[in-house]
């Protein structure tokens, strides 16, 4: 893992991010009725955490803006540029390993958190089937090795998780097997080193 104090922070058009279909915004507090709708679905959130409330997200919001590592590190909200609905969230943020849920108090605003950086992606179930979280999941690997010093970015996911699975393998993530990770023995890991992204980049395409 990278480290380093009082990065400089990137402005604005540098963390809003822009793919194919897709808008990729800093989370605000604009983004509570979305975060809502995302983790009191239980299709949504069956592989990922237990069911919320709206009480609780709107509490959990204020500490869910906060960036990391001058802005590098994060949540983004997901929307669509034809129709303007935001149809989900996506992180680079520490990956938890003796708790259930990422440790806020690492994402410290002129450092990069301790620890791995996984890529990850929720989204409310009519964007589902798309090709949606592969979109997000490889503009994000692009930002985080274009715009960061990361060296590696890792994944997470439930084991029966196969459809993230897939997305994970498609955008050149490696299969781990089972690590420890969110408190428990059984998540399924994935990586991809910088000099891998940057090769698969390279390559030549059909």
């Not at 997901?78 to 849920?101: M, N, Q």
């Not at 993530?173 to 991809?192: H, K, M, N, P, V």
Request: charged residues 25%; contains cysteine.
């Amino acid at each position: 893992m990278t480290s380093g104090k009082h990065l400089s922070r990137l402005g604005l058009e540098q963390i809003n991010l822009e793919s194919e279909r897709l808008l990729l915004r800093p989370l605000s507090l604009d983004d509570t009725a979305m975060a809502t709708a995302l983790f009191t679905d239980p299709d949504v959130v069956r592989f990922v955490c237990d069911l919320s409330t709206p009480d609780a997200i709107a509490a959990q919001i204020h500490t869910n803006i906060g960036r990391g590592a001058g802005g590098r590190i994060g949540i983004w909200s997901a929307t669509r540029k034809d129709t303007g609905e935001k149809i989900g969230s996506c992180v680079l943020l520490p990956v938890p390993i003796e708790e259930d849920d990422t440790d806020w108090s690492q994402v410290v605003e002129d450092c990069y958190p301790e620890g791995e950086i996984e890529v990850g992606y929720l989204l409310r179930p009519q964007a589902w089937g798309q090709g949606f979280a592969t979109e997000i999941c490889q503009r994000l690997l692009r930002f985080g090795f274009e715009m960061t010093s990361l060296c590696e970015i890792v994944a997470t996911t439930d084991p029966e998780n196969t459809a993230s699975q897939h997305v994970l393998a498609k955008c050149g993530l490696r299969s781990e097997g089972l690590q420890r990770a969110y408190a428990t023995d059984d998540c399924s890991f994935f990586r991809i080193k910088r000099d891998e992204w940057v090769a698969r980049q390279n390559a030549p395409r059909d």
